[in-house]
């Protein structure tokens, strides 16, 4: 089991540049590709960023591309999403989702944490 846990949400202003982690425990971090998905009140939970388990490959919904930087750092076990230039349509929930890169149906999610885009 694989156990994750996101911060670093909040009230942002518009423009703001906040930093979410995700914190993972109970199994070898490295073995798990990680995800961000995020989730606006009323709407289905979407993909926002994807990173390789080794860091080496990122992906990005066209929404946030140029905008959200995900990276990891596998020595502290912890996968990040650096936010900049926000919008309110980005505010939703946002999710901390890891897929095990040996046994893809192993698919852990985090609790998720709050960013409310307002001025």
């Known amino acids: 089991q694989v156990q994750l846990v996101e911060s670093g949400g909040g009230l942002v202003q518009p423009g703001g540049s906040p930093r979410l982690s995700c914190a993972a425990s109970?199994?070898?971090?490295?073995?798990?590709?990680m995800r961000w998905y995020r989730q606006a009140p009323g709407k289905e939970r979407e993909l926002v960023a994807t990173?390789?388990?080794?860091?080496?490959?990122?992906n990005y919904d066209d929404s946030v591309k140029g905008r959200f930087t995900i990276s990891r750092d596998n020595a502290k076990n912890t996968v990040y999403l650096q936010m900049n230039s926000l919008k309110p349509e980005d505010t939703a929930v946002y999710f901390c989702?890891?897929?095990?890169?040996?046994?893809?149906?192993?698919?852990?999610w985090g609790q998720g944490t709050q960013v409310t885009v307002s001025s």
């Open positions: 109970g199994d070898t971090f490295s073995k798990y590709n």
């Open positions: 990173i390789t388990s080794t860091g080496g490959s990122t």
């Open positions: 989702n890891a897929r095990n890169i040996y046994l893809l149906r192993n698919v852990y």
